[in-house]
């Protein structure tokens, strides 16, 4: 029993930190981006958003950042900081991103037809500015900091990542359906 406790304290450690970043994400998404005054926050929005954190994201990120830790060996130095981060970006972007907005669905009680409309409207956006930002991020990460940090660092950036990502994943769909179909069309 004891072990078993000892074995998850990192991983509730992680959740417990990856929850606050995630939520002072959302509340910096409703205060700053959707202007709303403090007193108008949804703090049901927040705990949802900040739960996800909790439950999902801080253990699958301390998992994650172990596991390419003990994978891709070597010194030190820019090209396993460069080969982490290509192996980052091509697995666990893409899937976290998708669970995070498929989660934010369900925890909102969006139908699933909602929730794949969501997908299709709102993922690609997500993930084009994922690559913009995380690959340099996850370089520096890799490349400087010791891996007891890597994921506190992650998730310190990540709180203007969250803000991003929790305004997208709450605006009202049938508010941004038309424009959002025209910004692909015209990406195409």
């Given at each position: 029993?004891?072990?078993?406790?000892?074995?998850?304290?990192?991983?509730?450690?992680?959740?417990?930190?990856?929850?606050?970043?995630?939520?002072?994400?959302?509340?910096?998404a409703?205060?700053?981006?959707?202007?709303?005054?403090?007193?108008?926050?949804?703090?049901?929005?927040?705990?949802k958003?900040?739960?996800?954190?909790?439950?999902?994201?801080?253990?699958?990120?301390?998992?994650?950042?172990?596991?390419?830790?003990?994978?891709?060996?070597?010194?030190?130095?820019?090209?396993?900081?460069?080969?982490?981060?290509?192996?980052?970006?091509?697995?666990?972007?893409?899937?976290?991103?998708?669970?995070?907005?498929?989660?934010?669905?369900?925890?909102?009680?969006?139908?699933?037809?909602?929730?794949?409309?969501?997908?299709?409207?709102?993922?690609?956006?997500?993930?084009?500015?994922?690559?913009?930002?995380?690959?340099?991020?996850?370089i520096?990460?890799?490349?400087?900091?010791?891996?007891?940090?890597?994921v506190?660092?992650?998730?310190?950036?990540?709180?203007?990542?969250?803000?991003?990502?929790?305004?997208?994943?709450?605006?009202?769909l049938?508010?941004?359906?038309?424009?959002?179909?025209?910004?692909?069309?015209?990406?195409?």
């Amino acid at each position: 029993m004891a072990s078993n406790i000892r074995f998850l304290r990192p991983y509730v450690s992680e959740g417990l930190r990856a929850a606050g970043i995630m939520g002072a994400g959302d509340i910096l998404a409703q205060t700053v981006v959707e202007k709303k005054s403090f007193k108008d926050i949804d703090l049901i929005r927040t705990a949802k958003y900040g739960s996800l954190g909790m439950l999902f994201v801080g253990p699958v990120l301390k998992y994650w950042f172990g596991l390419l830790d003990r994978q891709i060996r070597g010194k030190q130095g820019v090209q396993r900081a460069l080969k982490k981060m290509a192996v980052d970006q091509a697995i666990m972007a893409p899937s976290l991103n998708l669970a995070i907005a498929s989660l934010v669905g369900l925890i909102n009680n969006e139908k699933p037809g909602d929730i794949a409309e969501r997908l299709k409207t709102q993922y690609p956006d997500i993930m084009k500015t994922n690559y913009i930002i995380w690959p340099a991020v996850q370089i520096l990460n890799f490349g400087l900091v010791p891996l007891r940090y890597q994921v506190v660092f992650v998730q310190t950036i990540a709180v203007f990542w969250n803000c991003f990502v929790s305004q997208r994943l709450n605006e009202k769909l049938a508010d941004k359906t038309p424009q959002l179909m025209d910004e692909q069309e015209k990406s195409l």
